[in-house]
């Protein structure tokens, strides 16, 4: 009991109070904010180095639905007009609102409707659909729910069957294999639910978005509902976009 108490005292207070403005670690690499710094003439180093087609030039552009968050475009950038923030606050309800621009710090969701305000505001159950990932993703939003982040105290919590859910929330770049699975389990979830798009790999393909096996014809079928980028997202990055979302204080 007494090593118990010491281990406690030692790792100090692990839970995340305040979800919307959590300090993050220096080492930490989230929102890519571009400056106001002037490319040098003739410079495409940002666009030649990413290595999913993330970034756009003239004006320069990131498409967050793409980007693995790599630091390759800070890295090789002369003018550093490319610069990782510690803000982990980035999720859209629109897939055009993935696109970072210069003079923004910042992406939130639109709120949900009333209707989906009223249904899902005080508890949201989901069922997570790992569609062909690495892993990456899935492993953090198993965190989510630790006793660090502690999503379930807003009644955000994952369920074992879609029957059971309001939703289900997609990782990976959905293979062939996980078409007609993911197909089935968005089928089994009762009227209304929505569907959330979390990682680069399930917004957009992420680095497998030109292989042959895999198979999106379901992201035409049916209408996203949140769009949470990063590869993979934190833990507070989910949390934060489904309250925002949601309009919960």
Request: proline letters at 7%; aromatic letters at 6%.
């Amino acid at each position: 009991m007494l090593d118990v108490l010491k281990i406690r005292i030692m790792q100090g207070d692990p839970i995340v109070h305040d979800v919307r403005k959590n300090p993050m670690s220096p080492f930490y690499r989230g929102f890519p904010v571009i400056s106001d710094a002037v490319c040098q003439e003739g410079c495409t180093a940002c666009f030649d180095t990413c290595p999913v087609g993330a970034i756009t030039i003239d004006p320069v552009k990131i498409d967050l639905g793409k980007c693995v968050f790599c630091p390759e475009c800070e890295r090789k950038c002369p003018s550093k007009k490319i610069v990782f923030s510690k803000n982990y606050i980035m999720s859209s309800t629109t897939r055009e609102g993935l696109t970072v621009q210069n003079g923004m710090n910042s992406i939130e969701p639109e709120k949900a409707s009333e209707k989906i305000r009223k249904y899902f505001g005080k508890s949201l159950k989901l069922r997570q659909v790992s569609a062909g990932g690495c892993n990456g993703c899935e492993l953090e939003l198993n965190a989510a729910g630790n006793v660090n982040f502690d999503m379930g105290r807003f009644g955000i919590e994952f369920t074992a069957s879609p029957r059971h859910a309001d939703g289900i929330v997609i990782t990976g770049p959905i293979t062939k294999n996980m078409a007609l699975a993911t197909e089935i389990c968005n089928t089994a979830v009762p009227e209304p639910r929505i569907i959330i798009l979390t990682g680069a790999c399930a917004i957009s393909g992420g680095i497998f978005r030109n292989s042959a096996e895999t198979d999106r014809s379901f992201l035409e079928k049916h209408k996203i509902d949140l769009y949470v980028p990063g590869c993979p997202p934190h833990p507070l990055t989910f949390v934060t976009a489904v309250l925002n979302w949601l309009d919960r204080k």
